[in-house]
């Protein structure tokens, strides 16, 4: 035998030892991977509900962005109970995202229907709407089954599966749609600092490059946003949960080209949590806007849109009482597409 055989030989009598050693012990797959420890009180609560105190350790360490279906209703079931208060869960689920992928034009309505053959939700990338939208719906949610019903009415209009009714727009459509869900508290925080623009939605043109015929006219919307020398005015009044609509225009503000979350840190630090190219980050909102004006100027060079400032909304503590109003006791309503037998061939 050669020193390599020899070699070989002994790695393989070792690795053979350590598989007989776990065997023996007992030792599982469970000591490989990566736990948290549980607290007292959250260890009450597991038993409470009936959840596996291990399971749990590993998915208190592991970033939602790399659970299964299965893990994400055993979690909201522990966290709705583990912390009532939802804008800290907001807060907890949007950290848990922190590295999440990027990746934009990102979901669908596949099966539903074909236009937009991407799924209904993600749980391994986002873009930033996307990303609000599954923060908002999971911190409401307490199962999985109320986590993926509660995402649908919020990205569509009545909670209707329909690429004519998803909230493509985020101030004409999605702002509005969800009012239950937030609501805009521009001019109360910013008061005579606000600056007027006018938001208009072309939305024939973008139908019809799904082949979908649309003939409503434009849409034009008069709205406030707050200018970029205003917002370190205002930012001790945001909270935890609030929504970002990042302003951007050409000439002037135009539209909203970016969302995001509000969080606060322990040391009062306010934050934007988005979901940006490549990854989930969570910077202060300053360094975002400083960054973002000191890019003008080389956007504007290259033809591209500018940023100008922030809408703010805030997340309602009573959102799912608001959705009952509109809703019912049946809430959330979600369907598919309305209106199928009237498209049905004619004989």
């Given at each position: 035998m050669d020193v390599s055989d020899f070699t070989i030989f002994r790695l393989v009598k070792y690795f053979t030892l350590i598989v007989?050693?776990?065997?023996?012990?007992?030792?599982?797959?469970?000591?490989?991977?990566?736990?948290?420890?549980?607290?007292?009180?959250?260890?009450t609560i597991a038993n409470k509900l009936n959840l596996d105190v291990r399971q749990l350790e590993i998915l208190k360490a592991k970033p939602l962005f790399k659970f299964t279906e299965a893990d994400i209703d055993k979690y909201l079931k522990f966290l709705h109970t583990l912390e009532p208060d939802q804008r800290k869960r907001i807060g907890h689920l949007a950290r848990k995202c922190l590295g999440q992928r990027y990746n934009i034009y990102l979901l669908g309505e596949f099966p539903f229907e074909l236009y937009d053959p991407d799924t209904l939700y993600s749980r391994r990338q986002?873009?930033?709407?996307?990303?609000?939208?599954?923060?908002?719906?999971?911190?409401?949610?307490?199962?999985?089954r109320s986590f993926f019903a509660l995402l649908q009415r919020i990205r569509y209009k009545d909670?209707?599966?329909?690429?004519?009714?998803?909230?493509?727009?985020?101030?004409?459509?999605?702002?509005?749609?969800?009012?239950?869900?937030?609501?805009?508290?521009?001019?109360?925080?910013?008061?005579?600092?606000?600056?007027?623009?006018?938001?208009?939605?072309?939305?024939?043109?973008?139908?019809s490059k799904y082949g979908i015929r649309w003939d409503k006219p434009e849409t034009v919307i008069s709205t406030n946003y707050i200018p970029?020398?205003?917002?370190?005015?205002?930012?001790?009044?945001?909270?935890?949960?609030?929504?970002?609509?990042?302003?951007?225009?050409?000439?002037?503000?135009?539209?909203?080209?970016?969302?995001?979350?509000?969080?606060?840190?322990?040391?009062?630090?306010?934050?934007?949590?988005?979901?940006?190219?490549?990854?989930?980050?969570?910077?202060p909102i300053l360094e975002y806007m400083e960054k973002s004006l000191a890019a003008n100027p080389r956007r504007k060079a290259k033809g591209k849109s500018q940023f100008y400032g922030f809408k703010f909304l805030r997340f309602r503590d009573d959102a799912l009482e608001q959705l009952r109003k509109i809703d019912g006791p049946d809430a959330p309503k979600v369907t598919g597409p309305r209106g199928i037998l009237s498209s049905m061939p004619k004989e």
């Amino acid at each position: 035998m050669d020193v390599s055989d020899f070699t070989i030989f002994r790695l393989v009598k070792y690795f053979t030892l350590i598989v007989v050693l776990i065997a023996c012990t007992g030792l599982s797959w469970w000591f490989f991977v990566k736990r948290e420890p549980l607290t007292i009180r959250e260890m009450t609560i597991a038993n409470k509900l009936n959840l596996d105190v291990r399971q749990l350790e590993i998915l208190k360490a592991k970033p939602l962005f790399k659970f299964t279906e299965a893990d994400i209703d055993k979690y909201l079931k522990f966290l709705h109970t583990l912390e009532p208060d939802q804008r800290k869960r907001i807060g907890h689920l949007a950290r848990k995202c922190l590295g999440q992928r990027y990746n934009i034009y990102l979901l669908g309505e596949f099966p539903f229907e074909l236009y937009d053959p991407d799924t209904l939700y993600s749980r391994r990338q986002s873009d930033c709407l996307v990303f609000s939208e599954h923060m908002y719906a999971m911190s409401l949610a307490w199962d999985w089954r109320s986590f993926f019903a509660l995402l649908q009415r919020i990205r569509y209009k009545d909670g209707e599966i329909s690429m004519v009714t998803r909230n493509h727009y985020t101030i004409p459509d999605w702002d509005r749609n969800n009012s239950w869900l937030v609501k805009d508290i521009t001019d109360e925080i910013g008061g005579d600092m606000v600056t007027s623009m006018t938001v208009r939605t072309n939305r024939k043109k973008f139908f019809s490059k799904y082949g979908i015929r649309w003939d409503k006219p434009e849409t034009v919307i008069s709205t406030n946003y707050i200018p970029a020398e205003a917002v370190p005015k205002v930012i001790g009044k945001l909270k935890q949960g609030d929504f970002v609509n990042v302003i951007r225009g050409f000439d002037k503000a135009g539209w909203c080209g970016h969302t995001g979350l509000i969080t606060i840190s322990d040391d009062g630090t306010v934050n934007f949590l988005h979901s940006t190219p490549p990854r989930v980050k969570e910077q202060p909102i300053l360094e975002y806007m400083e960054k973002s004006l000191a890019a003008n100027p080389r956007r504007k060079a290259k033809g591209k849109s500018q940023f100008y400032g922030f809408k703010f909304l805030r997340f309602r503590d009573d959102a799912l009482e608001q959705l009952r109003k509109i809703d019912g006791p049946d809430a959330p309503k979600v369907t598919g597409p309305r209106g199928i037998l009237s498209s049905m061939p004619k004989e």
